[in-house]
C-alpha cells in the first residue's frame, strides 16, 4: 500500500517541483522576495530532484510488479514513470526562451516621430559614446530584448 501511494506522490511532487516555479515568477503579478527565492530555489534543484524522483519510482515500479504483474500496476507504474520522465526533461528546458522571443526585424525611428510612446510612457535609455537610445517598456516588457546598434556600438538590450 506505501508503495502504491509513493508511486502517485512522486509524480505529483516532481510535476510540483517544476510547474511551481513558473506559476510564482510572474513579472506583472505579485512578486516578493521570498516568493522568487523559492522559485529560483526550485528552478535551481528541479534537474537533480527529477532525477533523483525518477531513479526511486524506477525502484519501486521493479520492486512492486516482480511481486505482481497485474495489467492495472503495469498501466500505473508506466503512467507515474511517464510523468516523470517528462517532469524531468521540462525541469531542463529554459520555457522563458518560449515565452520571450527578440524582435524579428525592429524598426527605429527618430524621438521626434515615435509618436507611438506617450509623454509619460517608461523608456530604457542607452548612451554609448554620444549616442543614444531608447526603448518603450510596453514593448520590452513581451519581447524582453532587441538586438540593436547604438552608433556604431553594438548591443543586446533587455528587460
Known sequence: MLRRIAA??????????????????????????????????????????TVLGLAALAVLAAISLRRRRTGLALVGFAGALMLAIAAAWFARQNPFEWMFNPLPRPQFVAAAKATFVESNDLVLAVSVDGDAAAYPIRQMAYHHLVNDRIGRTPAVVTY
Open 8 to 49: 502517485a506522490l512522486i509524480p505529483i511532487a516532481l510535476i510540483a517541483v517544476v510547474v511551481l516555479p513558473l506559476v510564482l515568477d510572474q513579472p506583472f503579478g505579485s512578486q516578493t522576495t521570498r516568493t522568487l527565492e523559492a522559485a529560483y530555489a526550485m528552478r535551481r534543484w528541479s534537474p537533480i530532484l
